[in-house]
C-alpha cells in the first residue's frame, strides 16, 4: 500500500513568517512530487513540482526534496493571508497515478 | 480557457438513481485521471487513461463505477444505484505522460 503521509494541522503562522510543510512516503521507487494548494470547497491547483534530490525555488515557495530519507517539504516565505489553505503533498512513481496525502490545514494569521 | 473542464459543478440526485459525469482534458494531454474527495481527505484514486485505455482501476472502485474515454478525448463517469456513501467531490485531472496533473473545478454530488 502506498502512502503518503502528511500532518493534518491547523498550522497557524502569523503574517510574514515562513510556513513549513511536510510530507513523508513510503514507496521508495517514487521519482516526482508535487505540491497542490486547496482553498475550502475548491479544487487542487498545482503549485510546485520537484523531481531530484535539493531544493527548487519558485517565487515565495521552496520545495525540498530528500529521496534517502523519502521526506518531500514546501517552505512559503513572507506568509500571506492568502496562503490559508490546504497544502496536498502528490507523489508518483511516473508509472502510476499521482497517490495523495490528506493535505495539511495552513492558517496564516493577520 | 484551455484547462480541464467538468460538467456539471454540482449534482443532487435521489438514493438509486443513476448519474454521469464529463470531464474535457486539456487538449494536448493523452492522460486522465478520476479522483473522489471526501471532507477533510486527500483526493482517492478512482480510475486513469492513457489515451482511449483505461490503464488501472482502484481497488476500491465498486462495480457500480463505469468510466470511458472515446476516441481518447473527453471522459465520463457514471455511478449506478448511487448511495449516500458516494456523497463526494469528484475530480478529474489531465497531463502529458507522468508530469503535472492539472485538475478541473470538480462535480461535487450530494446523494439524498
Known amino acids: 500500500q502506498k502512502e503518503v503521509e502528511q500532518n493534518s494541522g491547523p498550522l497557524s503562522v502569523p503574517e510574514g513568517a515562513i510556513a513549513s510543510l511536510n510530507c513523508t512516503y513510503s514507496d521508495r521507487v517514487s521519482q516526482s512530487f508535487f505540491w497542490y494548494r486547496q482553498y475550502s470547497g475548491k479544487s487542487p491547483e498545482l503549485i510546485m513540482s520537484i523531481y531530484s534530490n535539493g531544493d527548487k525555488e519558485d517565487g515565495r515557495f521552496t520545495a525540498q526534496l530528500n529521496k534517502a530519507s523519502q521526506y518531500v517539504s514546501l517552505l512559503i516565505r513572507d506568509s500571506q493571508p492568502s496562503d490559508s489553505a490546504t497544502y496536498l503533498c502528490a507523489v508518483t512513481t511516473g508509472n502510476t497515478p499521482l497517490v495523495f496525502g490528506k493535505g495539511t490545514r495552513l492558517s496564516v494569521i493577520a | 480557457d484551455t484547462g480541464v473542464s467538468q460538467d456539471p459543478r454540482h449534482k443532487i440526485t435521489k438514493r438509486g438513481q443513476n448519474v454521469t459525469f464529463r470531464c474535457d482534458p486539456i487538449s494536448e494531454h493523452n492522460r486522465l485521471y478520476w479522483y473522489r474527495q471526501t471532507l477533510g481527505q486527500g483526493p482517492e484514486f478512482l480510475t486513469y487513461f492513457q489515451n482511449e485505455a483505461q490503464l488501472e482501476k482502484s481497488r476500491l472502485l465498486s462495480d457500480r463505477f463505469s468510466a470511458e474515454r472515446p476516441k481518447g478525448s473527453f471522459s465520463t463517469l457514471e455511478i449506478q444505484r448511487t448511495e449516500q456513501g458516494d456523497s463526494a467531490m469528484y475530480l478529474c485531472?489531465?497531463?502529458?505522460?507522468?508530469?503535472?496533473?492539472?485538475f478541473g473545478q470538480g462535480t461535487r454530488l450530494t446523494v439524498v
Open positions: 485531472a489531465s497531463s502529458f505522460q507522468p508530469t503535472e496533473a492539472f
